[in-house]
C-alpha cells in the first residue's frame, strides 16, 4: 500500500498499513558510495526520480539529520536504542553487520520524513556493497492502538510461519537486477537476517512487500488506462503518468528486444533466397500476421541498376509470402514469384518512391477496392480489407531495393507511430542484409563469368584423342583464381596440351592467368617447339612485369607419329598412364624455371606413347595441402589415375575423390588452393588411315595430286568427298609449285574425325586471303578454299609452310 501522501505525485490517499505489509524503498549502493540501484518506492518515498539518483552519492540523497530524540516522539514507536550504527554511518562504508534503526530525513518539498530502516552489508565478486530497506513511518501506523513500540529488527527466517514463501517473494523487493545478482544478494539476507517489525508485546512480524491483490489489481487497472491513451495517440493524464511512463519503457524496450532478435535471425549466409525466407519469417506472427516481400526485378537476378526513384513501370517481384491464415488461402491470389507495377495512387507506390513507412490504421473498403483492382481478376478484398497495413521500404545505401506489406488481423491493435518506428528499424536491417547477399550475388556471377571466359570449352574430342577437364575453386568466397589448362588444335593432326598456375589468389591472379593463357595459343597457333614456346613466354612476363610468376607444363600430342614431345617450367610432372596393364608413371622431365624468372634455359622430352594411353595433367592444389609431403599426393595420384573408368569424367572424379579422402584421413583438412586438371586418352590415327605423296616443283604434278587424292578417297570410301576434296588439293598444289624454291612439295591425306589435307613447301611466306578483281590473275584459289573447306589455315614450319584444309565426313 502507498502512504497518504505520494511524495513524488504519483500515489492517493490510502488506508494505513497493516504491519508486516510494507511499501519498502530499496537502495543498494556501490563501493564508492554510489547509488546503483533505486526503486520506485525510494522514488515515492524521497522524491527522487531513478535517473536523477543512479550513480549519485548515497549520503546527498538520504541526507540524515539524526535519529529521532525519544521525547520528540509522537508516534507509538520508540528511539532504536541499541540496534547499531545510524544510518548516515551505515552509508558512509563503516557497517560491518546487518543494521536497522529510525531516522528523520529531508525531503524535497514535505520536509522531514520519518523512516525505519535495515541496512545489510553486502560481499561477492559484484560491486555492490549496501542495501538499505526502508518505510515511511506514518505510513505504517498500526490500527491497533494497544501497540506502544515498533522498531525494525531482524531474525532468522526460519523463525516464524510462511518463512519460505517469504524467501521465495524476497527477490521481488530487489530493483531491476539480473538472476544471478538477486539471487546472491537474497542469500545473504536470508544468512543475516531476515527484517521484521518488533512490537511491544514481544512480537515480531516478517516484513513483506506491500504488494497483494488489491494493488496489484490497481496498478493493471491504472496501466490499461494508460495503454489505452498511448494506442491512441492521446496524452497520458496527469496522474496516470507513472505508469505510461512504465508502459512506454516496457513497450521501448520490448522493442529493442524485438529488433535485436530479428538483426540475429536474418542475414544467416549470403545466400540471397535463404535471406529473403529468413526477411519474412522474423516478423510473423509476432510484429504481424502477414507479411509479403517485393523486390526490385535486378536485386532477384543479382544484377546492378538504374540510379533513380523507381516509377510505375519498376517491376515488382513477389519472392515471399508468410502468413497465419490457413494453410494455402493467399497461395492462389498472390503467388510467389508474379511480377507486377503499382501505380501512383497506391501506399505501395507512395513507400517506394518517398523511401518512407505508409502506415494505413484500416484498410476501408474503397481502399481494398482500389488494391484489389491491381491483382485483375482475382478478389484479394476478402484478404486485406479491415486490416491495419504498414508498408516499409527495404532500402540499403539510400536505394529502395524493394518493400514489405505487413498486416494484422482486425481483432488485433492496429499498428501505431510506434510500430511505423519499429518497421522502418526493421525493414533498414532488413535492407542492409538483402543488399549485402545482392551484392554477393552480383559478385558471385562477375566472378564465374570471368573465369568462365577465361577458361576454354575445350570439346571433348580432338584429332586422335579424347579430353576431360575439371576446374576448382580454392573456396567459395574467391571463385576466381590462376590456375588454367587448355588444348589447342594444331596442323597435322596434333593437339597441344597446357596445364598453368599463376602464383598467387584473385582478381589480380586471374588477369595474369588470361594474359598467359592468350599468349600460349598465340604461339601455339605458330606451331612453335614446347622449348621455345616457353621461353617466349618467360619473356613475356618478364616485359609484363616483375611479379608475374607461374609454372607451366606444355605438351604436344603427334597421334600419326604417335609421340609426345613436352617441356616443364617449374611444374609438377605429368601421369602416364600406361594402356598395357594399367601402369601410371611419373613422366621424369626437367622441371626448369617458373615463368617470369627469366634466362633460365628450358628442355624439351619426346616420349613414345601407345594408342589408350592417358596423359594427365593438374596443378599442384589437386596434390598438396599445407603440412603434408607432396610425394604423398603425387603417389596417390598415380594410383587413382591408373583406376579403371566407365568414361573420361569418370576417372577425373575419381582422381579428385581419391586425393580428397587422402588429405581428410591425415587430418589435414580440405584443399585451399584452385585446381586444374586435364586429361587426354591418346587414340592415335592408324597407318591405313594415312595416305603421303611427294610431288616434284612440275606444273603437270597438279593432276597427278588430284587423281591421286580421287583415287585414295574411293579406296576409304569416300567418294562422296572426291569432287570437292580433289579441287581443294589441285588449288593448294598449284599454290606450292608455284612458289615453292628446292623441295619436293609433299601431299597428305588424313582421316580421322575430319578429313585433312596437307600441303608442304620450303617457301616461309604464309599466303593470305584476298579479294580478288575480275581481271586478277591471282588470289582465286584460297578464296574457294576458305569457301568450300570446313576449316583452312597455315602454319610455318622447320623447312618453309604448310597450307592444310578440312573436309567434314559424310555421316555412315
Known sequence: ????????????????????????????????????????GAWRLFGVPKDEAIGRMALDLLPVSGALPEERDTTPYAACDGLGPDLGSSLDGGLSYPAAGRARLTAPGDGRVDVLWWAYPLVGPGPERLLVLAADAEGLRPRDAAVERIAPGFALHTDFPGAEDLARRLPEILP????????????????????????????????????????????????????????????????????????????????????????????TSLDLSRTIIEVSRAVVPRFTDVAGTYLREQVVAGEEFADGVPDTTTLWHRVAVEHTDEPGRWDDVVPVGEAMPFPAHTPFFQCMTSGEPVLVPRISEEMGHAIAAQFEK????????????????????????GFMILLRHPERPVFNDMDRVTGA???????????????????????????????PHIPPRLSGCDIATRYLPGTQLGRVGGDWFDAVKLHGGRTAFVVGDVMGHGLNSAAMMGQLRTAVQTMAGLDLPPAQLLRNLDDLAQRLGDSYLATCLYAVYDPIASELELANAGHIPPVLVRADGGRSELLDLPTGAPIGVGGVPFEAVSVRVEPGDRLVMCTDGLVEVRGEDIGVGLATLCESAAHPAASMDDACDTIIRALAVTFAEAGRGGRKDDVALLMARL?????????????????????????????QLHDWGLARLAPTAELLAGELVTNAVRHSHARPVELRLVRGDTLLCEVEDDDHELPTLIDAGPLDDSGRGLRVVSTLSREWGTSRTQAGKTVWFELTLPRR
Open 683 to 711: 587414340g592415335g590415327i592408324a597407318p591405313d588411315d594415312v595416305a603421303e605423296w611427294r610431288l616434284a616443283l612440275d606444273p603437270a604434278e597438279v593432276g597427278r595430286a588430284r587423281g591421286a587424292v580421287r583415287e
Open 176 to 267: 531491476s537486477m539480473s538472476v544471478g545478482e538477486s539471487a546472491r544478494i537474497v542469500a545473504q539476507i536470508l544468512e543475516l537476517g531476515y527484517p521484521v517489525l518488533e512490537f511491544s508485546r514481544n512480537e515480531r512480524v516478517p516484513v513483506t512487500p506491500d504488494w497483494g491483490v488489491a494493488r496489484r489489481a490497481e496498478r493493471k487497472a491504472r496501466r490499461e488506462r494508460a495503454a489505452r491513451a498511448l494506442a491512441a495517440g492521446e496524452p497520458v493524464p496527469e496522474e496516470l503518468r507513472d505508469e505510461g511512463e512504465d508502459l512506454e519503457y516496457a513497450a521501448v524496450r520490448e522493442r529493442l528486444e524485438f529488433l535485436n532478435e530479428v538483426s540475429g535471425r536474418i542475414g
Open 425 to 455: 528499424e526493421l525493414a533498414a536491417r532488413a535492407g542492409l542484409v538483402l543488399d549485402n547477399a545482392r551484392m554477393y550475388t552480383f559478385q558471385e556471377n562477375v566472378a564465374e563469368t570471368l573465369q568462365d571466359s577465361m577458361l
Open 1 to 40: 500500500m502507498d502512504r497518504g501522501t505520494d511524495r513524488a505525485g504519483q500515489g492517493t490517499a490510502t488506508e494505513p498499513a497493516e504491519p508486516g505489509r510494507v511499501p519498502l524503498a530499496v537502495v543498494v549502493v556501490d563501493r564508492d558510495g554510489l547509488v546503483s540501484h533505486w526503486s520506485r
Open 378 to 401: 482475382r478478389d484479394i478484398r476478402p484478404l486485406i480489407t479491415g486490416r491495419s497495413m504498414l508498408v516499409v521500404p527495404l532500402k540499403a545505401r539510400n536505394v529502395v531495393l
